[in-house]
């Protein structure tokens, strides 16, 4: 592809990108907020046996989502400027709906033939059994509807969605939890009920109502969005494999008990790290196909937001490693669950590769490529599994943690190996330099505290640690500059 230059277009997108990363930051934060306060909520609320279910639910609902949903939604995100360009939205969303019922009606009638291997593979109760199935449609119509205000670049509208979604899910949880004595169940019904308001909300805001028609299909529309999202689901049920799959094995291999232990060693990481990290992905990436679209080269934008990745994710995911046992009891009110601390750096740094791969995966998403992605990332996810069942018995949940952080690590290696010509990431060199230049002195003070700071709580260090590495970074950065002067 030939690139055509055009500085004007690119200064103002990426200004829009950190605009929209200010718009989306509140969606984002309460979301990690909302994680925060959800673990010791439910740890609390529920015995070991009914998180481990609850946990076992999660991982049907994400399955079954990922194989009938999420991918019609991110295909909605990538074609709809393309549509929008051509003034044929109408046609378009009518195929997405099209699609997304369809999907719908095959999951339930697949559900129904193949029941029995589903029973045998997630072990649940017929009742969670059913209680999943019937959750997907809100959150299949949640998925396209917010990747459609993504499209629209509508950041405020979503993330006033995204806050009232965790915050309604909580409370009403809470509720069934208190009042009806449902056990995990609640945590289920509480999502149905809150997801499905927001979905009314979602229709409000993002207007579709108003340019969605009903029309004839054309294949010419059906083509391109199977071509780009099957792959896609493909790729996601891989990453489900990595990140999910374990808490299976472990139920296969032990019981509830130990599979909670492994959801709660997500809980207090995935969900925490990811809608941080996720900050300027979610603003960035609309903004970068409009970019590819009107062939500017995206290659520099993406690598510059790679290094701001980098340079907010890398501290964070290394003290609380180094600080996993306080980590786990901040957010672990149930003292049978403190095991899990034993994850948290393991996961904490398996997120981090996993988050990364937004950035050096996106070549394939622009080239329509995601088959690519697909196959590196089913490669990792074999070899997790096998890791999985190979470490469980000899290390436990040890082994649970080397096997994710071994397979996040190895897709997010793949997808800087394998590239697409023309749109390979560039890597990030001054800013690492300057990463590692204030990690040095920050590993200082840390060794300080650890010998002379036993007074001080594990969070106030924490808190000491990240803030000196601000400064020091900051500080360099200043001197770099006035050096380049």
Not at 92 to 99: E, R
Request: overall charge positive; aromatic content about 14%; some cysteine.
């Amino acid at each position: 592809m030939e690139y055509i230059e055009n500085k004007e277009l690119e200064e103002k997108e990426v200004k829009g990108i950190f605009t929209d990363m200010l718009k989306y930051a509140p969606s984002k934060l309460c979301g990690m907020f909302g994680n925060m306060i959800a673990v010791p909520i439910y740890t609390s609320l529920f015995s070991q046996e009914q998180y481990g279910l609850y946990t076992i639910s999660i991982a049907m609902l994400s399955f079954l989502c990922i194989i009938f949903s999420d991918w019609v939604g991110l295909s909605g995100l990538r074609f709809f400027r393309k549509h929008q360009i051509v003034d044929d939205l109408p046609k378009y969303l009518s195929t997405l709906v099209t699609i997304l019922t369809i999907n719908i009606v095959l999951m339930f009638t697949i559900a129904f033939i193949f029941r029995n291997s589903l029973y045998s593979l997630f072990e649940i109760p017929f009742k969670y059994f059913l209680a999943v199935l019937f959750l997907i449609i809100p959150v299949a119509i949640r998925a396209l509807l917010s990747q459609l205000l993504r499209a629209q670049l509508k950041s405020i509208s979503y993330t006033v969605a995204t806050i009232l979604n965790q915050f309604a899910t909580i409370f009403m949880a809470v509720c069934f939890a208190k009042c009806f004595n449902m056990g995990a169940a609640s945590i289920l019904l509480g999502m149905g009920v809150s997801i499905s308001l927001i979905d009314i909300l979602l229709l409000y805001q993002s207007e579709i109502l108003k340019v969605f028609k009903f029309q004839k299909i054309e294949w010419r529309f059906i083509l391109p969005i199977i071509k780009y999202g099957i792959p896609l689901a493909a790729t996601s049920l891989s990453a489900w494999i990595i990140t999910k799959s374990n808490t299976l094995i472990m139920k296969s291999i032990s019981d509830f008990s130990q599979t909670a232990l492994v959801g709660v060693g997500y809980s207090i990481t995935l969900p925490i790290l990811m809608p941080l990290f996720a900050m300027i992905t979610v603003a960035a990436i609309p903004r970068i196909i409009n970019l590819y679209e009107g062939k500017v080269d995206v290659r520099p934008i993406i690598t510059k937001f790679l290094g701001y990745y980098i340079l907010v994710a890398l501290p964070l995911v290394t003290v609380m490693s180094l600080y996993s046992i306080d980590v786990a009891h901040v957010f672990i009110k149930n003292p049978k669950m403190y095991e899990a601390s034993q994850l948290v750096p393991f996961f904490s740094y398996g997120v981090f590769f996993l988050a990364m791969t937004d950035y050096t995966t996106l070549q394939y998403h622009l080239a329509n490529k995601t088959h690519i992605e697909f196959i590196i990332k089913l490669i990792s996810g074999i070899i997790g599994v096998g890791l999985t069942f190979a470490l469980i018995p000899k290390f436990g949940l040890i082994g649970v943690g080397i096997a994710t952080f071994s397979a996040n690590f190895l897709y997010c290696l793949l997808s800087m190996i394998i590239i697409i010509p023309n749109l390979n990431v560039y890597f990030p060199g001054t800013m690492i330099l300057r990463i590692i230049t204030a990690l040095i002195p920050t590993s200082g003070v840390w060794y300080a505290l650890k010998i002379y700071g036993t007074s001080i709580t594990g969070v106030t260090q924490i808190a000491i640690l990240l803030v000196t590495f601000y400064l020091i970074y900051f500080t360099a950065c200043r001197k770099f500059i006035n050096l380049a002067k």
